[in-house]
C-alpha cells in the first residue's frame, strides 16, 4: 500500500460539518515501547505521569524531562500488548528514546520504537466502527483503552480514537471499510487544537517545563508519586509558582499556505515583539487559523499577534476548553 497516495488533504471549512467518519494516517506521529519485567518500576522513575496507578483500560498524558525539568516529549501512555506504548511525535523519537533508555542497563526492560502504525478515528461514527473492530460493546459514557488481536484502540475524546496497529492489520482495515474518508494527519492537527493538546516536536525538546503545556490541567502530572528525572523542578512549579509559561489557544485568518514559518509576534504598543511560535496548527479551506502556542501567562487578553511571515494575519486569543486554575 502506497500510504501517502491513499491518504490526502481533505479540504474543510470553518463553517462546515465535521464528516461523519474520517481515518488519519499519523505519518508525523510514532511510539516508543517498554516491555519486560521491570516495565512498570523503570517507567515511574522516568516520567511526570504515575504508571504504577494506570489500569489496562486508561491512558493518560505524561511527559519525560531531563534533570532540569525541561521536556523531551510529551505522550500519551497506554498499556499495548504486553508492555507499555508511549504515543509521541516521531521527530521527537530519537533524542527521546537515547535519554529514557539512559538508566535501563540496570533493569529488566525493553524499550524502542515501534514499527506499529498509528491511525486517528475521527467523527460521530468512530466509536461505533472501534465497537465492530473490538467486538465490544461501546458507548460514549465507558470510553476505555480497548486491547485488539494485533494492537490497541485508545480513546482520546468525543468522537476521536487512536488505533496502534501492525501493518498488517492497518491495511485489512482500510480494505474493508473502503467507504470511510481516508485523510492525512491534518484533521488530527484539528482534533488536536479544539482539544488544547500539546505536543513536542524535535525543534521544541528541553525548551518547556511541562505546566507550559498545561500538563498539570490535564492530568498529566502527578504530583503524588515518588521521584521521577525533573520532579524538583515540576514541584517548584506547583508550590512556587515559578512558571511563567501556558500553552493557549490562538484564532485568526491566513489567506496563504503556511507551512513551516511558525514564529509569532506580539504588539506592545506601535511596536512587535517575538512572542516564541505556534505550537500547532489547523488551516481551514476558507481562511481561518486557529492555532496552539507557549505564550507568557500574564499577557492581556485583547493581546494582539502575528504571524511574523506572513504580518497582515493577526491572531487573537481563543478559550482554552479547560481550566487552569490550581485546585
Known amino acids: 500500500m502506497n500510504w501517502n497516495n491513499t491518504f490526502t488533504a481533505y479540504p474543510l471549512a470553518s463553517t462546515q460539518a465535521f464528516p461523519d467518519l474520517v481515518l488519519c494516517h499519523l505519518a508525523s506521529w510514532g511510539a516508543i515501547t517498554i516491555n519486560g519485567d521491570d516495565k512498570k518500576s523503570y517507567l515511574q522513575g522516568q516520567i511526570t505521569s504515575d504508571v504504577v496507578s494506570l489500569e489496562a483500560d486508561q491512558s493518560t498524558l505524561g511527559a519525560h524531562c531531563d534533570a532540569k525539568g525541561k521536556m ?18 516521531a521527530s521527537a523519537i530519537e533524542k527521546e528514546l537515547v535519554e529514557i533508555k539512559k538508566y535501563a542497563i540496570f533493569s529488566k526492560v525493553v524499550i524502542e ?33 480497548i486491547a485488539l488481536e494485533y494492537g490497541t484502540a485508545v480513546p482520546i475524546s468525543a468522537n476521536r480514537w487512536l488505533l496502534m496497529l501492525s501493518k498488517q492489520s492497518a491495511e485489512q482495515l482500510i480494505e474493508k471499510n473502503s467507504d470511510i474518508i481516508l485523510s492525512d494527519e491534518r484533521l488530527w492537527d484539528h482534533a488536536d487544537v479544539i482539544d488544547a493538546l500539546p505536543r513536542i516536536d524535535q525543534h521544541e525538546q528541553l525548551e518547556h517545563i511541562p505546566q507550559a503545556m498545561n500538563l498539570q490541567a490535564l492530568g498529566g502530572i502527578s504530583f503524588q508519586k515518588g521521584c521521577y528525572t525533573g520532579q524538583e523542578t515540576v514541584a517548584r512549579a506547583k508550590y512556587r509558582g515559578i512558571n511563567k509559561r501556558a500553552l493557549f489557544c490562538l484564532q485568526g485568518e491566513l489567506h496563504s499556505e503556511l507551512g513551516d514559518s511558525l514564529k509569532l509576534e506580539r504588539q506592545v504598543g506601535e511596536n512587535w515583539r517575538g512572542a516564541g511560535q505556534l505550537n500547532s496548527y489547523y488551516q481551514f479551506s476558507d481562511g481561518k487559523l486557529i492555532a496552539l502556542a507557549v505564550l507568557p501567562n500574564n499577557l492581556e487578553a485583547d493581546t494582539v499577534f502575528r504571524l511574523e511571515a506572513f504580518p497582515e494575519a493577526q491572531l487573537s486569543f481563543a478559550e482554552l476548553p479547560y481550566s487552569l486554575e490550581e485546585e
Open 113 to 145: 520504537q515501534s514499527a506499529d502504525v498509528c491511525l486517528g478515528v475521527i467523527g460521530k461514527q468512530a466509536t461505533s466502527i472501534i465497537a465492530q473492530l473490538s467486538g465490544q460493546s461501546i458507548t460514549q459514557d465507558n470510553l476505555q483503552v
Open 72 to 89: 523531551l516529549s510529551t505522550f500519551r501512555l497506554f498499556h499495548h500488548n504486553d508492555g507499555y506504548a508511549m504515543f509521541q511525535r
